[in-house]
């Protein structure tokens, strides 16, 4: 997660509020938070932006695919709700508001939160976040360009027993292919047995350059068949569980979106993984 990281989430945010105050019913964003993210100024001209603008915006691939991208994860957290979790874990969080936008049936299941970013990020999350008065939330700065995350592991070290969530969110594309590979045998080694985890990746060969930048050598990337995604998340002690690719899930979650081809977004792919019960 390296610096330009920061503006990829600035933007993101940006976008979802757009989404959120400009968009119909069936294909607004559901993140009525991530406003507060965003400086005064930045917000009003995002609530009040042209036309042309806003159809310019609708033209992108990435667009609708962000819609589509929020919905799912939102059903992923409250999957792993249901299905006992008690330590949700938001590696990248960035403008993410989900441990708030959830915090009622957080809180009433007795569910905690770490929050995790890079030193930067997190410093100026909980400054923002600071008058809702999250006491189910806790931060940890995570660098996953890093050599290694003793904190990380310490932390969850410290924490072992009950099943537990890891959300990654628009995170894998910039971060090194090694890396990456190294975090996930991490969450595979510590986490315990029946935990989830859920992220999404750039598809081999869509836009390999992207994410390219300071440690980021190699971006992280998968290639689109489930077979191979299974074979390399097997061998890492996960269960792949569900692979939808970027266009799929536009096209499940926003109906009416494949009949213009030029708004589908094809680059990524999604998975969810059940960690293995050891043998």
Not at 63 to 87: F, P, Q, S
Not at 111 to 124: G, M, S, T, Y
Not at 134 to 163: I, M, S
Not at 176 to 203: C, I, M, N, T
């Amino acid at each position: 997660m390296a610096l330009p990281n920061l503006s990829n989430a600035m933007s993101v945010g940006r976008l979802r509020y757009i989404q959120s105050v400009r968009e119909s019913a069936e294909r607004r964003n559901p993140d009525t938070l991530v406003r507060y993210f965003l400086p005064v100024r930045e917000r009003w001209r995002s609530a009040w932006l042209g036309r042309q603008a806003l159809a310019q915006l609708r033209e992108l691939p990435f667009y609708y695919y962000l819609v589509a991208r929020t919905k799912y994860y939102d059903a992923v957290y409250t999957e792993a709700v249901a299905d006992g979790v008690r330590r949700i874990i938001n590696v990248g969080c960035g403008s993410d508001t989900r441990a708030h936008r959830f915090a009622r049936e957080l809180r009433r299941d007795g569910i905690r939160v770490l929050e995790c970013d890079q030193p930067e990020a997190i410093h100026a999350r909980q400054e923002t976040v600071k008058r809702w008065r999250a006491d189910h939330v806790e931060y940890l700065p995570v660098d996953l360009n890093a050599d290694a995350w003793p904190e990380f592991e310490t932390w969850l070290r410290a924490h072992a027993g009950a099943k537990v969530l890891v959300l990654m969110e628009g995170v894998s594309p910039y971060i090194d292919e090694d890396s990456f590979r190294r975090f996930l045998s991490v969450l595979s080694r510590e986490l315990p047995a029946g935990s989830h985890v859920a992220y999404d990746f750039k598809l081999r060969g869509a836009d390999d350059h992207f994410g390219r930048a300071g440690r980021t050598r190699m971006p992280f990337r998968l290639p689109a068949t489930t077979e191979e995604v299974a074979a390399f998340h097997e061998g890492l002690g996960f269960r792949l569980e569900r692979m939808e690719l970027s266009s799929e899930l536009s096209e499940r979650l926003l109906p009416g979106l494949s009949g213009s081809t030029s708004r589908v977004f094809r680059e990524d792919g999604l998975v969810r993984l059940r960690v293995r019960t050891a043998t």
